[in-house]
Structures are given as structure tokens and as C-alpha cells.
């Protein structure tokens, strides 16, 4: 069964600029989340999609957004980027419990 | 304010050892529960989970604890290998509806490191 696959693995913006990151899940998974690990912090939950439907947000600006697809990938969008916002986004897939985790895409802004 | 905490940063301990890591939350919403590990580079791999109505659950040499009184569980390595080394976070989160729990809250995150 494959993984929870993230893309890109790297990803280098300027500030300013937009990044989008894409997730496919698990096949049979219909929720989505998405996670942000910033250097030194703990995993902070961002968004949360279930089929096809944005369930819960956490607490980050709206720059932050996203989006689920039919076939239940999803997409991170971060507009405006700023330099605190360089760290691993991780997406995470269910059913129902638990949470199954990609390797995340590390994005860097400068 | 952090709803998952682990106070110890990191953990070191011989192999062949119990290894115990503690988490504390203070969401009493809160029912079900697990444990993640996570090496560098790589996404949090899912280890053991623990519902709210039980106080222990036992996965080979995994064993997680729930005190609901004291909001605090912890898990247990048993014998500890240095492939255990890792970073090892809890998660908690609430029952969301249908067969979802929704989103998890995760702590900080203790640093374990086995020596051989």
C-alpha cells in the first residue's frame, strides 16, 4: 500500500512569493490535514479537509489556504510569504484513526 | 496555550532498558490519544493509540498509560534498542463525529536516545 506522498520535497520561494504544495493520500483515506513543524516547534495543525470540504482551520492567517480535490488530494496554497513562514509542512491522511503522514515538503523562504 | 505538553525535552537510556516518556494534557474534551515517532527528514510514523474509556494498551514492546484524573499518559519501551532512538511526540484529539477523531494536538516532543 503506498504512503501518504508529498511534493516537492524542497521547495525555495522568495519572500513575497506563493508556494503551493500538493498531497496525495493514502488510496481509500478521505480526510486531509495539513500540519506545519517550524524549526524547533511542534507539529501546529493548519487545515483540515474531508471530502472535499475545508472541516477545521487553525490558527494562521488566511494567506494560508487550500483545497481538496475529487480524488481526494489536496493542496496547500501560502500567499504573500514571509520568512517565518520556512518550515516542513507535513500532510497527514485518514479514514478515521489514526493520522498517516507524509515526508514532508521543507520550504524555505529568503 | 499549549494543550499537550511534554516537559522533558529529551531522554537518554542504555539499551536493553525501560524507556518511559510522559505527556500531560489539559483538554478534559479530550478521548483519544496516541504516540508518534519521528526520525529526521522523514514524516511522524503512528506507534500506539489509547481511547479514553481504557487505562492501558499494549503493542509489543509499546505499552501506553492513561491517568483521565490526572490527564497525563505516558509510554513505555520495553527493552529499549537504539533503533528507538527517534523523536517521539503524543497526540491527543476528540471524537469529531461519524468515524472521525479529527484534528490531533501534538506536544513538543521528547528527544529519546538509546545507547548500545
Known amino acids: 500500500e503506498a504512503g501518504v506522498t508529498q511534493s516537492p520535497t524542497h521547495l525555495i520561494k522568495t519572500r513575497g512569493q506563493q508556494a503551493t504544495l500538493r498531497c496525495s493520500p493514502i488510496s481509500g483515506h478521505t480526510s486531509v490535514y495539513w500540519y506545519q513543524q517550524a524549526l524547533g516547534l511542534g507539529l501546529q495543525f493548519l487545515l483540515w479537509?474531508?471530502?472535499?470540504?475545508?472541516?477545521n482551520r487553525g490558527n494562521f492567517p488566511p494567506r494560508f489556504s487550500g483545497r481538496q480535490f475529487p480524488n481526494y488530494s489536496s493542496e496547500l496554497n501560502v500567499n504573500a510569504l514571509e520568512l517565518e513562514d520556512s518550515a516542513l509542512y507535513l500532510c497527514?491522511?485518514?479514514?478515521?484513526?489514526?493520522?498517516?503522514f507524509g515526508n514532508g515538503t521543507r520550504l524555505t523562504v529568503t | 496555550d499549549q494543550q499537550v505538553k511534554q516537559n522533558s525535552p529529551s531522554l537518554s537510556v542504555q539499551e536493553g532498558r525501560i524507556s518511559i516518556l510522559n505527556c500531560d494534557y489539559t483538554?478534559?474534551?479530550?478521548?483519544?490519544f496516541l504516540w508518534y515517532k519521528k526520525y529526521p527528514a522523514e514524516g511522524p510514523t503512528f506507534l500506539i493509540s489509547i481511547s479514553s474509556i481504557k487505562d492501558k494498551n499494549e503493542d509489543g514492546r509499546f505499552t501506553v498509560f492513561l491517568n483521565k484524573s490526572a490527564k497525563h499518559l505516558s509510554l513505555h519501551i520495553v527493552p529499549s534498542q537504539p533503533g528507538d532512538s527517534a523523536v517521539y511526540f503524543c497526540a491527543a484529539s476528540e471524537y469529531a463525529g461519524g468515524t472521525s477523531y479529527g484534528k490531533l494536538t501534538f506536544g513538543q516532543g521528547t528527544i529519546l536516545t538509546v545507547h548500545p
Open positions: 479537509y474531508d471530502e472535499g470540504e475545508e472541516r
Open positions: 483538554n478534559s474534551m479530550f478521548d483519544y
Open positions: 497527514a491522511s485518514s479514514l478515521s484513526a489514526p493520522l498517516h
